[in-house]
C-alpha cells in the first residue's frame, strides 16, 4: 500500500493523481493500463453526446495519437462531427424551456444547443457525398471522412480517414443521417462490417480497449473479442450503475463472466462524466 497523498495544485492533482483516493485513483490506474496498451491492438470506443461537447477536440487528439486503430461509435457521432464541421453548437443550460426552444427553431442536448437549420446542413452535405446504393455503416463514415479531410476540417471522421483506422457503427440508422438515408434510396447493411470487425480482432495477439459510455458501442466493442478470450486490457468511463441489469452500467468484471474480457485482463472502471474524465486521463498540464 502506498500513502494517500495531500495535494495543492492542479500540477500537484495531475502528478499525484493515483494516490489521491476515489476516482482519481480510477484515473491515475487508467493511466497505467493506457500505457502497457502501446503494443496491443486498441479500440476507442464511444457514444455520440461528447461529439456535441468541446470534448470532441479530446476524442481527435485521442486518435491523432496512433495508439487506436478502430473506432466503435453511434449514429449520432457521425451527425455532430459532420455539423460542427461547418457550424457551431452553443451552451444554454439544463432548466431552459423546451417549449420555447422548440417554437424558436432550437434543440436542447443537456446543456447545448443545436439549430434545426444544422441539421438541414447534414441532409445536404449527406445529398453530396454520399450516392444512391447499398453501403456498410464503415463505408457511409468513410466517404464522410474523405469529404471532410478534402475540405481541411477538423474532425475526427477526417482524422479516422487520413490515418486509414476503419470507423464501425452498427446503430447508423439511429441518428440523423438515417432519417436522410430514409428519404434517399440509400440502403445499409451491417453485417460484412460484424465480419471484418471480428476478423480484424481475432488476427490480435493483444486488444485492449477504451470505452466511454454504454449501450451499443459498447457492447460491440467487448462482444467482438469473445472469439479470441476476452480483452486484454479494457478501461471503462460511465456514469450507470449495475444495479439495473443494463449493459451500459455493467462492470470490466460482468464482462469477464461473459469471456468479453480475459480474466488476466487489466482493467478498470471509472465511475465520471467524461467531459471531467477525459482531459484528466489523457493531459498531463
Known sequence: MKKVKDIHSLADFLKNIEYIGFQATKI????????????????????????????????????????????????GSIDHDIIRAFDNYYIGNFEMSDKLLHRKGYNRLGNVIIKNSSYELLENITKKVIPEGKYTPSQIAKMYGEYLYKNNKESFLAEAYKRNIPVFCPGIVDAAIGLNFYFMNISIDPIPDLKNMINIINQQDKTGALIIGGGISKHHTIGANILRGGLDYSIY???????????????????????????????????GEASIVLPLLFYDR
Not at 500505457?35 to 486518435?63: C, H, P, Q, W
Not at 463472466?257 to 485482463?265: D, P, Q, R, V
Open 28 to 75: 491515475g490506474v487508467a493511466k497505467k493500463i493506457l500505457k502497457r496498451m502501446e503494443k496491443s491492438y486498441n479500440i476507442l470506443a464511444f457514444t455520440a453526446n461528447l461529439l456535441a461537447t468541446g470534448i470532441r477536440g479530446v476524442i481527435i487528439d485521442i486518435i491523432k495519437t496512433g495508439k487506436f486503430k478502430m473506432i466503435i461509435t453511434t449514429g
Open 237 to 271: 468511463i460511465s456514469t450507470a450503475t449495475e444495479y439495473d441489469g443494463s449493459l451500459s452500467g455493467a462492470k470490466t468484471n460482468e464482462a469477464i463472466s461473459w469471456g468479453k474480457i480475459n480474466e488476466k485482463a487489466r482493467h478498470v472502471n471509472i465511475y
